[in-house]
T-cell receptor, first 116, second 112 residues
Framework: ETGVTQTPRHLVMGMTNKKSLKCEQHLGHNAMYWYKQSAKKPLELMFVYSLEERVENNSVPSRFSPECPNSSHLFLHLHTLQPEDSALYLC???????????????FGNGTRLTVT | GENVEQHPSTLSVQEGDSAVIKCTYSDSASNYFPWYKQELGKGPQLIIDIRSNVGEKKDQRIAVTLNKTAKHFSLHITETQPEDSAVYFCAASTGANSKLTFGKGITLSVRP
């Protein structure tokens, strides 16, 4: 148990489908993140929420839509995805950093997404 | 922006031997350097981290060293065991917006 739970573990969807990924953290953290992990590439930061406000959106296409209803839950809504969006999507959480201070990230086990 | 590179991309060692994984970074303002281990089917797990005010940190069989002048840091694993086999990621951050820049990862294989 990592303290960060992601569902579903695996998802196969067609390009016209709409689906959502869910993340829940039980660590008392107040910052949450979505990362994309593709083979042979570094982890790509997609979105950052701190105290339920989106503080970073790394030029992610609008077919990915995040939602953070409270500090324990994070969603990633997916619609009209492309095959190249197939990847492992990782959620992470941390304490909100102070000025110039980085808090360690705690990752979930990810959702393996396949777009057909 | 920050650029983090890992060398080599794969590493194979005999059980009981030591393993060293190196990373270089480009931004001299980086002050936080974590290492993550990712096992098959799991997310990355933090195994050790170091901040720029120290040069070395150790936790049982794992240690990290930091050379700020050369802008590189290394993960050292002693007395390797088969369960150490995994992908290891290094990362660096300047502290701005808690943004971590990750390397591509190295696959460590420990031969029994």
């Amino acid at each position: 148990e990592t303290g960060v739970t992601q569902t579903p573990r695996h998802l196969v969807m067609g390009m016209t489908n709409k689906k959502s990924l869910k993340c829940e953290q039980h660590l008392g953290h107040n910052a949450m993140y979505w990362y994309k992990q593709s083979a042979k590439k570094p982890l790509e930061l997609m979105f950052v929420y701190s105290l339920e406000e989106r503080v970073e959106n790394n030029s992610v296409p609008s077919r990915f839509s995040p939602e953070c209803p409270n500090s324990s839950h994070l969603f990633l809504h997916l619609h009209t995805l492309q095959p190249e969006d197939s990847a492992l999507y990782l959620c992470a959480s941390s304490l909100t950093p102070g000025q110039g201070f980085v808090s360690p990230l705690h990752f979930g086990n990810g959702t393996r997404l396949t777009v057909t | 922006g920050e650029n983090v590179e890992q060398h080599p991309s794969t590493l194979s060692v005999q059980e009981g031997d030591s393993a060293v994984i190196k990373c270089t970074y480009s931004d001299s303002a980086s002050n936080y350097f974590p290492w993550y281990k990712q096992e098959l089917g799991k997310g990355p797990q933090l195994i050790i981290d170091i901040r720029s005010n120290v040069g070395e940190k150790k936790d049982q069989r794992i240690a990290v060293t930091l050379n700020k002048t050369a802008k590189h840091f290394s993960l050292h694993i002693t007395e390797t065991q088969p369960e150490d086999s995994a992908v290891y990621f290094c990362a660096a951050s300047t502290g701005a917006n808690s943004k971590l820049t990750f390397g591509k990862g190295i696959t460590l294989s420990v031969r029994p």
